[in-house]
């Protein structure tokens, strides 16, 4: 099995090593990550500048490549300049800091594995929900498994798994929950600060607020010690609205 | 009437002054836009760095407020910080080239509009489908009438109206359809260049293709001459397989 590994924390980073040996138990692991971090840069692409692809080393030994640009730039340039074949599966992760509800949105390495369910390779974003992570292990060991329950069934084209694993010791952990995407608000603050030119500049940052009361949500699951896999696609139409906005008659009313 | 004007071409971009200008008509305009041209960028947000603010001029008199960041970073400073109350809608565009089917997930413009959704006011995002725009005018007007519907209609929160129209004569045009998101398929293109040090770079290129053949798809409905109007949302959620998964039994088989 051909395994794509990326992620958004940076090829340095402590995540995406352990991921990589996990999977390497199990397939031939390419790594293709970013050369530095890109977390929050959601599913950007590179089209203004060009970007370059280096080799990455890590205690002298070949680790993987690194390319100047987003985690979805990685995966393009992956599967299309860097891997002989198509692979079977990518995995982005693993993540510092959680990549649920609204978060899916903004998040690099949750764009990484959509990239890929667009180019119609089956894929799985894995992070664990905190910015301070203890031991990255467990999470390692549900991608492997992961990756085996997908060979095994069938992920339909274009949907990919997102996972979020609680930052808690393996035995702590209660269980396993198939999740929806949940609700949560971010209150976001621009903090003012004053450079030391004396000139304004803002900082931005906020609080999180949940607001489901549901295992099957995401976010809720993980707060409640499960981890969450959630199925995930790039069909952003609402349905529900496209059915309801046919009486706004738009044909006649606009134009 | 309050409304929120911002871009992903940036501030000094010519849609912008022209979407602007079709909305002081109808209501009191704030305009808060990129400094620089942040295409493709995706539904980033700044946090690794800060941003700043600055009012930009236009023939010598006052004309919006640029930020040092990205689309939706502009949405969140125009609302969180720039305007005094809460718009009543935010526009996004009027972008240089089309946003429909796959480009959606890249694009800054309707990413600008998902925050605002996100943050619970109306919005659209509106884009002329073509790099070489003859006159933004038409599409101006579409925007202006567009907020006139959503007053006298329910748009349901969380859901943002994304507007492609071809970059034709308005009597060309055949006429306005109400959309869902289209299939298409880049085949992404690294062009291997050498910089003039003789070292490699690449530059990310490539050809769209239309898979579509129905009316009532974002992209086709464009190609064949109509406006389109796609109703889309934040919930990432593949409910489909989400119904599917059940079976995998991922609480007795993972973890």
Sequence with gaps: MKILVSNDDGISSEGIAVLAK?????GDVTIVAPQTEQSAVGHAITMQIPVRVNEFKKGGKFFGYSVTGTPADCIKMGIKNI???????VVSGINNGSNSAINIIYSG????????AIMDVPSIAISVASHVVNDFSY?????????????KNDLQPGTLLNV????????????VKLTKQGHTKWDDVFEERIDPYGKKYYWLTG????????????????LN??????????????????DKMRSWHLEENLG
């Design 109 to 116: 390495t949750v764009s990484a594995a959509r990239e890929a």
């Design 139 to 151: 999470a390692g060991k549900i991608a492997q498994q992961l990756v085996k329950i997908i060979g």
């Design 225 to 242: 010690k499960y981890v969450s896999v959630t199925p995930i696609h790039f069909d952003l139409t609402d349905y529900d609205m496209f």
């Design 22 to 26: 996990s999977l390497s138990e199990i």
């Design 83 to 89: 891997m002989k074949e198509k692979p079977d599966i």
């Design 207 to 222: 609080e999180l607020t949940n607001l489901d009361n549901e295992l099957d949500r995401d976010h809720f699951a993980v």
């Design 164 to 175: 979020n694993v609680p930052n808690l010791p393996e035995n702590e952990i209660l269980g």
